[in-house]
Every structure is written in C-alpha cells, then in structure tokens.
C-alpha cells in the first residue's frame, strides 16, 4: 500500500485537532510535541488541509487551529486527499500500463483492493474514530504526558 509519512501524520494530526477541538485553538507546536511530527513538516499539511477547507487558523493570543466544519463532516479519506495522496495499490498508480505499457495480470486485482480502500477511510469521519473508546485512552495517556489539558473520558 502506498499510503505514505505524509498521509498517516496528516490523519494523525486531524485526530488530535478532533479531540480537542471543544477546548478551543490547537497550536502546531502541542500537535508536534504530543504526536511527535516535526513542526515544520506539521505547517507543510496544515497550509493543504486549510487550502482544502478543512481546517481554519485562529490568530492571536490562544490562537492556532481548529476544525473547519462539524467532525462528523469529515472523513479520513478527504484528509488524504487534501494533502496529495493517493490510496493506490497499483504498481502503475492507475495509470494501466504496469507491464510495458500494457495492464498487468493483476491489475484488477489491486484497483479493486484501492477501492474498497478508499470506501473504506471515506466512510470513517473523525468523528466516528476519536469516539473509540481505545482512541480516548491514548488520547489521555498522551496528554497526561504532555500536561496537556486532558481529554474528557467517555460517558
């Protein structure tokens, strides 16, 4: 699978934004810090997830990020999507021309996996992730070692 760094930080930095999007602004730096992502590499996704609408800045004193609609409305597969990346299992990246030029004799075989792939992340909204009780459980382990303002236990 050809998910890369870029995809699976950009997940991983929208999920935290998620949990802890009702306590206002998020600051790259405690995303970098907490989720261990180099905070340069952290501003490169942000300025395509902003471009994409899904997340907006907040500037000022207490400024940083925050969810740019409801996290109900947005789906795994449109944060890959946002910075570039391609859920593609295909050796020719789609293109049909795997075996000099000509489609491979699995071809089929790994755009079918890309598509059930990608049904797969566009059917999962952060929403629906971060609710996970497992999900809330390192969120907390991860902020009580960061003296980060603890995310709320389920219930």
């Known amino acids: ?5 870029k995809g699976r930080y950009a997940v991983t930095a929208m999920m935290d ?6 306590r206002g602004p998020v600051t790259l730096a405690a995303i970098s810090q907490c989720q261990a992502i180099s905070l340069s ?6 300025a395509k997830l902003r471009r994409a609408r899904l997340v907006e800045g907040v500037r000022g004193p207490g400024g940083g990020y925050r969810l740019a609609r409801p996290s109900d409305a947005i ?3 449109q944060i890959i999507r ?3 990346e391609k859920v593609d299992a295909t050796r020719c990246h789609g293109q049909e021309n795997c075996q000099d030029g000509e489609r ?9 996996l890309s598509n059930e792939l990608f049904t ?3 059917g999962i909204t952060l929403h629906e992730f971060v609710g996970r009780p497992e999900v809330q459980a390192i969120a ?3 902020d009580m070692q960061q003296h980060r303002q603890l995310v709320p236990a389920p219930g």
């Open 140 to 142: 907390r382990r991860q």
């Open 120 to 122: 797969y992340l566009d």
């Open 104 to 112: 491979c004799l699995t071809h089929e075989l790994w755009a079918e």
């Open 1 to 5: 699978m050809r998910l890369s760094t």
């Open 41 to 46: 590499y952290l501003e490169q996704l942000f």
């Open 75 to 77: 789906t795994v597969a």
């Open 17 to 22: 934004l998620a949990l802890h999007n009702d």
């Open 82 to 84: 946002a910075v570039d």
